[in-house]
């Protein structure tokens, strides 16, 4: 500083001083010489060994400033690009970072995958793909395939993410970030198991990961993924210890503390946060179903409505806003909105209360007739067209079919009964339960998607609303098919009542586990509703709707056996005319479609749920 003192130094010599002083560990005369040399410099050179100084004092606002004059003039190299693409990233302005990266990558293939990065951060993750693919060191570089991992993951290509991140692993074994990449991509494609297994084999392999607040807020998601609450805010909460206050780890606890019952604490977690970032979408949705689930609807419905301000267009938003405030009206008075009652509320599930729980059953069943007359007035709709469809369907299959038995001379008796216009309505109204019920089923979570935003609402609400609808429906067609025939002087009361519905509960119950089947294989197989529509002309003709197994070849009737619609269709008929029970006939058989296809459904459901509430 003294020499700065006896003479003025011009900016070569100033940034020649900074340098020296900058090498031998003097930062206060590094900074101060650097400085100097910036002001009026019109030598670009000072002024690039001056930002290189400044940047290695971390003053990076400086440096960059510095390195943009001499840009604008001269241009850069490739590293000095590239520190100011991560300058502009850090300060939001993602475009300029994408054009700093892109000149440092003409410059230096090393910097492809900043320039890719700078890509995913805009969204542009097709022409990261493209850029990666293109570059020389594709297969070579961990950080290009942990880069197409992102990519792939913004195109919906979860697959292929998982792929490029276990790639980034095989190339670097030893650095963490593609580990985490790894299993934040299986997280992804909701594989948590293979996630946590990665985890594990990350933290053999860096035993130093356990004091990573990454690792651990890593692992907090996946045992919550895994249903291991109590380890997922252990996990969280080494975390939080490790690097605290961090919004983000906060929230996931917040989460998890909602998911265990805990929402005092994690209201008070949101409450802090909305103090901070209260414009964050995805924190007003978290803090939104929380309060809405512990019965905090003053809360809920201020949450909501900031919420609903940043997405207008969302329905599930404005259907969930509309539950929370026609629940404060409806409570108001009783305190449903007082923090200490709904604490009251949230407990229940802590104590076994027999009150409490026949008041949850009660709320269940009026949540399921609610959704039950939603779906009549979907199925119907406002006009009595849609009613008269439901009963005009099985009449123009038993008009058709007998003009065409009296035009081919077959005569007006059926295999079994008097009437064949009965013998064909035994038939069509079990197959019409099995297919309608099965069929209708494949679409209930898309067409109610919005309602399962409602914290009451569940995923298997939905389907049992519209599988409920669908069998009264149908029982209701038959019974007024039986009215009609009585009307007519046609005897077509069943001769045991009990054994005729226990049939055609068997049915509903075996198409209702084919429903959900079904539901699950629409998700993931597309077109599959066209496929399950030929299956279902297939199932008119083999269910024996219009003829009896025995008038069948030995051979295909023995195929056609194993078709529970005709097994069902049998069954009624045993128990709705004087007929013995036939060979062929093995209730126990119906009886595990009507145990098994549901079980396996559920199964299905359960296993696939998180990919069914997934937004298309």
């Avoid at 948590?192 to 607040?213: F, I, K, M, N, V």
């Avoid at 109590?230 to 606890?253: T, V, Y």
């Avoid at 008097?418 to 013998?423: P, T």
Wanted: proline residues 4%.
């Amino acid at each position: 500083m003294s020499g700065l003192a006896a003479r003025p130094f011009s900016p070569a010599e100033c940034a020649a001083e900074a340098a020296k002083a900058w090498e031998s560990g003097d930062k206060e005369s590094a900074e101060s010489f650097a400085s100097k040399a910036l002001e009026g410099c019109l030598d670009e050179q000072a002024v690039r060994l001056a930002a290189w100084v400044l940047s290695g004092l971390g003053r990076v606002t400086q440096a960059a400033a510095a390195y943009r004059q001499v840009a604008r003039k001269i241009g850069l190299s490739a590293d000095e690009y590239a520190f100011l693409g991560n300058e502009a990233a850090a300060n939001g302005e993602l475009t300029q970072a994408l054009e700093d990266f892109a000149a440092a990558a003409d410059l230096d293939s090393r910097f492809v995958s900043d320039k890719a990065r700078a890509l995913n951060m805009l969204g542009r993750h097709a022409d990261a793909a493209a850029v990666i693919v293109g570059a020389p060191a594709a297969r070579q570089s961990a950080r290009l395939a942990r880069e197409m991992a992102t990519a792939a993951t913004g195109l919906g290509r979860l697959r292929l993410s998982v792929i490029a991140a276990r790639r980034a692993v095989k190339i670097g074994p030893e650095d963490a970030d593609n580990w985490f990449g790894l299993a934040s991509a299986q997280l992804g494609d909701k594989e948590a198991a293979h996630a946590r297994a990665t985890l594990d084999a990350a933290l053999a392999r860096l035993p130093e990961l356990s004091g990573s607040p990454f690792f651990n807020y890593l692992c907090s998601i996946v045992e919550a993924e895994l249903g291991n609450s109590e380890k997922a805010l252990l996990a969280i909460d080494r975390a939080l210890s490790l690097e605290a206050p961090n919004p983000g780890f906060e929230r996931h606890r917040a989460s998890l503390l909602a998911s265990v019952g805990r929402y005092e604490e994690a209201a008070s977690v949101f409450r802090l946060l909305l103090t901070d970032s209260a414009g964050d979408p995805g924190l007003l949705e978290a803090a939104f179903a929380t309060f809405t689930e512990a019965g905090w609807h003053r809360e809920a419905s201020e949450v909501g409505a900031a919420l609903l301000s940043r997405r207008p267009d969302d329905e599930r938003v404005l259907l969930a806003l509309h539950h929370v405030l026609s629940r404060r009206i409806e409570f108001g008075s009783r305190g449903h909105s007082n923090p200490e009652f709904a604490l009251a509320r949230a407990r229940r599930t802590e104590r076994s209360n027999p009150a409490a729980d026949r008041h949850a059953w009660l709320l269940q069943a009026r949540t399921l007739y609610a959704l039950i007359l939603r779906e009549a007035a979907t199925k119907f709709g406002k006009s009595r067209l849609g009613y008269f469809w439901v009963v005009f369907e099985p009449v123009a299959h038993i008009g058709i079919m007998l003009v065409l038995i009296s035009a081919l001379n077959f005569g007006s008796l059926p295999p079994i009964g008097q009437s064949f216009a009965v013998f064909y309505y035994s038939g069509i109204i079990p197959y019409h339960m099995f297919t309608h019920t099965a069929g209708q089923l494949m679409s209930a979570v898309p067409e109610n998607k919005p309602l399962l935003y409602i914290p009451r609402v569940k995923i298997f609400d939905v389907f049992l609303a519209r599988g409920i609808l669908e069998f009264v429906t149908e029982l209701l067609v038959a019974l007024l098919f039986l009215v009609c025939f009585t009307v007519a002087g046609v005897q077509a009361a069943p001769l045991n009542w009990a054994g005729a519905v226990f049939a055609l509960l068997l049915i509903w119950l075996a198409a209702f586990g084919t429903g959900l089947l079904n539901a699950v294989i629409s998700n993931r197989v597309r077109g599959w509703e066209r496929i399950w529509g030929a299956v279902t002309a297939l199932l008119y003709f083999s269910s024996g709707t219009f003829y009896i197994p025995r008038m069948m070849p030995i051979w295909l009737r023995d195929i056609l056996a194993w078709n529970p619609i005709l097994q069902g269709i049998e069954l009624l008929r045993v128990n709705y005319f004087h007929e013995p029970k036939p060979h062929w006939l093995s209730p126990i058989y119906l009886i595990c479609w009507a145990v098994l296809a549901p079980a396996f459904g559920l199964a299905a459901v359960m296993l696939s749920r998180r990919r069914l509430l997934e937004v298309e």
